[in-house]
T-cell receptor, first 112, second 118 residues
């Protein structure tokens, strides 16, 4: 089992729809969770961070964390073509907060 | 307010040559991280440095790769005798020293250096 798993996609949604991106992780001791967005040929850019079970909202983005089930998701409401990118889930292992373990990313395409 | 600066953006080396990748952290940041991204493998942690110290190099290949972050100047990732398998995007990230013990300090990434070994 990979340490951080994501569906590779591509996930295709129409403009204005909700895009739902999922991530599972294997280290039960992990305490913080990050979603990054990466456009093709560019560097990762932090979108959301979440540390507690439940939902965290920031504009059109909502991160959801369920530590018991070891999954974290990212919802993008009112998807825009500019949201088309690869979304990376990153989790530091327990006891080592300086080293992120990354999923392979989910490619999202928002169709106008 | 400059972000993390990496250069060069693109680097082409022949097999057997040396590659030197440079990274200047954001102003006020004294922690530097190097990650490598291969198309089918995703981002992989390589090394974490503070000024003049290597804190965690558990992701560095045992041979040919080295990293430093001197008291003055940028952090350098050095790859000796490059091989085709070293072709990848190398990203540097930094974080502020005041949050060194906090697990919720986000990493700020540079634009990366794309190394091509011919």
């Amino acid at each position: 089992q990979k340490e951080v798993e994501q569906n590779s996609g591509p996930l295709s949604v129409p403009e204005g729809a909700i895009a739902s991106l999922n991530c599972t992780y294997s280290d039960r001791g992990s305490q913080s969770f990050f979603w990054y967005r990466q456009y093709s040929g560019k560097s990762p850019e932090l979108i959301m961070s979440i540390y507690s079970n439940g939902d965290k909202e920031d504009g059109r983005f909502t991160a959801q964390l369920n530590k018991a089930s070891q999954y974290v998701s990212l919802l993008i409401r009112d998807s825009q073509p500019s949201d088309s990118a690869t979304y990376l889930c990153a989790v530091p292992p327990a006891g080592n907060n300086r080293k992120l373990i990354w999923g392979l990313g989910t490619s999202l395409a928002v169709n106008p | 307010n400059a972000g993390v600066m990496q250069n060069p953006r693109h680097l082409v080396r022949r097999r057997g040559q040396e590659a030197r990748l440079r990274c200047s952290p954001m102003k006020g940041h004294s922690h530097v991280y190097w990650y490598r991204q291969l198309p089918e493998e995703g981002l992989k942690f390589m090394v974490y440095l503070q000024k003049e110290n290597i804190i965690d190099e558990s992701g560095m290949p045992k041979e040919r790769f080295s990293a430093e972050f001197p008291k003055e100047g940028p952090s350098i990732l050095r790859i000796q005798q490059v091989v085709r398998g070293d072709s990848a995007a190398y990203f540097c990230a930094s974080s502020p020293s005041t949050q060194a013990s906090s697990y919720n300090s986000p990493l700020h990434f540079g634009n990366g250096t794309r190394l091509t070994v011919t």
